[in-house]
Each structure stands twice: as C-alpha cells, then as structure tokens.
C-alpha cells in the first residue's frame, strides 16, 4: 500500500492529529507496556467522553501524568490529585483521577504477577488479533470478560465499552472499516 486514501468514516479528516493517530496507531498490534498503559490510562479517561476529546488533550496528559510513569502515578498523593484537578488541560474528574492511580497500582500488580501487562491482555487471544467489524457493536465477549476481570481486581472505569475501545486501540481487536485502506481484506486484495 502506498498510501492511506480512505479512512474510517468516523475519522475527522480536518485534525491532523486524529489522521495520524488512525493510520498509525489505531488497530497496530501494541507490545510495550509502556504504551499499553498510557492508552489504559487515557482509555478510562475517555468514559461519557469523545475519544478525540482525549486525543486532543493527550500531550497534556502526558505532561500532567508525568510521562505516564507508572511509578510516580501510583505513588499520586491527594496534594498531587488536587493539582490535576486544577489542570484545565486535561479532563477534570475526580473519580477519573482517584481511579488512574488505583487503577496504575493494579496494573503493577498485573505486571508483577503475569511478568508484563503485553502477557496479561493478550493471553485473553492466546496473542492473536481478531479483526472485527467496526460497525457492528460496542462490546464483546472478550471486552466482558477483560472488564469483568479487571473490575473483580479492583479496577475503576474499565467497562465492557471502554475495554472494547481499548482492545481496538491497542491491536487485540483489528475493527477497521472495510471503506478503509487499513482493512484487513484490502490487504488481501492488494496486487
């Protein structure tokens, strides 16, 4: 493929950060649990909200959540909660906020139990990435059942819709449309 002419007709083609986010984030098989936390952190975030909203306020989360240090963030006392909630560069939730930490202790905890989270989210497709269609649902199976693992773990804000999106973002769950360059099937059909 050379390049990506058609996109995901949910894609707003007039934020160039959305473009870039799409075509070449959005669905790419995701190992780093560096990266695999800054989208779970940003995924919660995105509850009751857009996920441009969060896109376009993403470098002031990173800055805000000390480049998602997972350390520094589980370690977020109420003095450092309260700054956040003063930052009107990212969302301005308190619960959000309480559960980011919560939620980073438990993601540790994953970590030092499995020996990564990348372990941990894939070990629900044995590693492999299913490619649904984005069209048709908001939750699955596997969405039901990460959240319902994670929530009995103590997690916060981790719904079977917001696992949905995640799993899309980080690979899991390949959900390109078919109008889109980066379907799967456009790719078997490429010369």
Same mark, same amino acid.
């Given at each position: 493929m050379k390049g990506i002419e058609h996109r995901c007709s949910y894609v707003n083609l007039k934020n160039p950060r959305y473009i870039r986010y799409h075509d070449e984030e959005w669905g790419v098989p995701e190992h780093s649990d560096q990266k695999l936390y800054e989208l779970f952190i940003l995924e919660s975030f995105q509850a009751g909200l857009s996920w441009e909203c969060i896109l376009n306020k993403r470098e002031n989360f990173r800055a805000a959540f000390d480049g998602f240090d997972i350390d520094k963030?589980?370690?977020?006392? %109420?003095?450092?909660?309260? %700054?956040?909630?003063?930052?009107?560069?990212?969302?301005?939730?308190?619960?959000?906020?309480?559960?980011?930490?919560?939620?980073?202790?438990?993601?540790?905890?994953?970590?030092?139990?499995?020996?990564?989270?990348?372990?941990?989210?894939?070990?629900?497709?044995?590693? %492999?990435?299913?490619?649904?269609?984005?069209?048709?649902?908001?939750?699955?199976?596997? *969405?039901?059942?990460? *959240?319902?693992?994670?929530?009995?773990?103590?997690?916060?804000?981790?719904?079977?819709?917001?696992?949905?999106?995640?799993?899309?973002?980080?690979?899991?769950?390949?959900?390109h449309g078919e109008e889109c360059d980066l379907h799967p099937g456009r790719w078997e059909a490429a010369p």
């Open positions: 963030v589980c370690a977020y006392d %109420e003095a450092k909660q309260a %700054e956040l909630m003063n930052n009107p560069g990212i969302v301005r939730n308190r619960r959000k906020i309480m559960a980011a930490v919560n939620n980073s202790i438990i993601f540790k905890t994953i970590q030092q139990e499995v020996g990564s989270f990348d372990a941990y989210i894939w070990g629900f497709t044995n590693g %492999e990435t299913i490619v649904e269609d984005y069209h048709i649902r908001t939750t699955s199976p596997l *969405s039901d059942a990460v *959240s319902q693992d994670l929530k009995k773990r103590g997690m916060k804000f981790v719904g079977s819709t917001i696992l949905y999106s995640y799993l899309q973002a980080i690979g899991i769950l390949n959900a």
